[in-house]
């Protein structure tokens, strides 16, 4: 069982280019999550997707847009990446009902020169 | 707005020297509080979840504890190999889903 799976582990952008972060559930959730991970900042949310067909914004959506593409799969997508946007970036999924447990990849780490 | 602060930021101990590690929340009304595991260079990991004060959880060297404010993580006798980043996070009834993270404690237990 894979849980969740994201790609890439590592990337390196400039300024102003673009690109997409991908994420697959295989546990038949129905809500998705992205949060960064920065030193000293904890865990913030950038979108998340209650269901299939809906996503709503975080704490920290700007400069991101995120697409739910079925039920397995949640994407981050970079217009213009920044160098603000280096960060640790980590997709989660959760079970309905009240146990909220989430279930997180393993991340995948950017850095925006 | 939902808040979690975590203490201290980093703690070091000897194997077998027991300690706690501290969550302190502010929320308009809790729904949950989330203990998780987070070694270098991967995803947390879930330890346990709580729901009302007075409840404790425990898993082999790990009790977890909550209080209307404050959440502890006990650590008793630990090895090296507890040695991780440990994570609180609170579901507040002002949310759907979504978890509000602490920053996390940094534990290095020396062998």
């Known amino acids: 069982n894979a849980g969740v799976t994201q790609t890439p582990k590592f990337q390196v952008l400039k300024t102003g280019q673009s690109m997409t972060l991908q994420c697959a559930q295989d546990?038949?959730?129905?809500?998705m999550y992205w949060y960064r991970q920065d030193p000293g900042m904890g865990l913030r949310l950038i979108y998340y997707?209650?269901?299939?067909?809906?996503?709503d914004k975080g704490e920290v959506p700007n400069g991101y847009n995120v697409s739910r593409l079925n039920k397995r799969e949640f994407s981050l997508r970079l217009e213009s990446a920044a160098p603000s946007q280096t960060s640790v970036y980590f997709c989660?999924?959760?079970?309905?009902?009240?146990?909220?447990?989430?279930?997180f990849g393993s991340g995948t780490r950017l850095t925006v020169v | 707005e939902d808040q979690v602060t975590q203490s201290p930021e980093a703690l070091r101990l000897q194997e077998g020297e027991s300690s706690s590690l501290n969550c302190s929340y502010t929320?308009?009304?809790?729904?949950?509080l989330f203990w998780y595991r987070q070694d270098p260079g991967k995803g947390p990991e879930f330890l346990f979840t709580?729901?009302?004060a007075g409840e404790e959880k425990e898993k082999e060297r790990l009790k977890a504890t909550l209080t209307k404010k404050e959440s502890f993580l006990h650590i008793t006798a630990p090895k090296p190999e507890d040695s991780a980043t440990y994570l609180c996070?609170?579901?507040?009834?002002?949310?759907?889903?979504?978890?509000?993270f602490g920053s996390g404690t940094q534990l290095t237990v020396l062998p």
């Open positions: 989660a999924s959760s079970e309905t009902g009240t146990g909220l447990r989430y279930t």
């Open positions: 546990m038949n959730h129905n809500s």
């Open positions: 997707s209650a269901s299939e067909g809906t996503t």
């Open positions: 929320v308009s009304g809790l729904r949950g």
């Open positions: 709580l729901y009302s």
């Open positions: 996070a609170v579901l507040s009834t002002g949310s759907a889903r979504q978890l509000t």
